[in-house]
């Protein structure tokens, strides 16, 4: 079955970067693309970027641009999220959630999720 | 950006009863809109895609509706486990991906 398995939480200082993890497994890693969202407590969600398993080829949201890494290893089918510069407003569950496209390309839709990793910033 | 609103903000229903969600988008979308229940302290869930395709194992009194900037979701003689929060997500610019607020569906 597939399963998307994301790292633990995560307690960071303003400033701080942090790094959570994603494992994939039960479906051919490489065919399908991921995404990853964070919904801060209480709100909405919020769609942060995508990354191709393929060929690590990512998009990011404007708003994370230049503070958001996504990257995978394929030989651990292992996607990673790297926030940078993080602020109060960045506390929140994040998320992975496989795209349900098929033939290779992505359609947007999310039809597995992982667990979710809570980040908490403070001081 | 294609923003999206839900009304209501809460439903209250009686179990067995029907309830009917509303998702708007700023400007048409298609079909290209999705639906998810989310439970508190879980992950969304999806329901529906391309407006009214339900997803894997997802029960038939479950339906989507709706093309172009109006859609609803309704769900047909609620059980326990259906109140939960909806959101509704457009898909139709590749990657600007949006959500709407929500609907909390709540006993009534």
């Known amino acids: 079955q597939v399963q998307l398995v994301q790292s633990g939480a995560a307690v960071r200082k303003p400033g701080a970067s942090v790094r959570i993890s994603c494992k994939a497994s039960?479906?051919?890693?490489?065919?399908?693309?991921l995404h990853w969202l964070r919904q801060a407590p209480g709100q909405g969600l919020e769609w942060m970027g995508i990354i191709n398993p393929k060929n690590g080829n990512t998009n990011y949201a404007q708003k994370f641009q230049g503070r958001l890494t996504l990257t995978r290893d394929t030989s651990t089918t292992i996607v990673y999220m790297e926030l940078s510069s993080l602020e109060s407003e960045d506390m929140a569950h994040y998320y992975c959630a496989r795209d349900n496209g098929i033939g290779g390309w992505s359609r947007g839709v999310f039809d597995y999720w992982g667990q979710g990793t809570l980040v908490t910033v403070s001081s | 950006e294609i923003l999206m609103t839900q009304s209501p903000a809460t439903l209250s229903v009686s179990p067995g009863e029907s309830a009917t969600l509303s998702c708007r988008a700023s400007?048409?979308?298609?079909?290209?809109l999705a639906w998810y229940q989310q439970k508190s302290g879980q992950p969304p869930r999806l329901l529906i895609y391309?407006?009214?395709t339900r997803a894997t194992g997802i029960p038939a009194r479950f339906s989507g509706d709706g093309s172009g900037t109006d859609f609803t979701l309704t769900i047909s003689s609620l059980q326990s486990e259906d109140f939960a929060v909806y959101y509704c997500?457009?898909?139709?610019?590749?990657?600007?991906?949006?959500f709407g607020p929500g609907t909390t569906v709540d006993i009534k």
């Open positions: 039960g479906y051919g890693f490489t065919d399908k693309y």
């Open positions: 391309g407006g009214s």
């Open positions: 997500q457009q898909y139709n610019k590749w990657p600007l991906f949006t």
């Open positions: 400007q048409s979308i298609s079909t290209n």
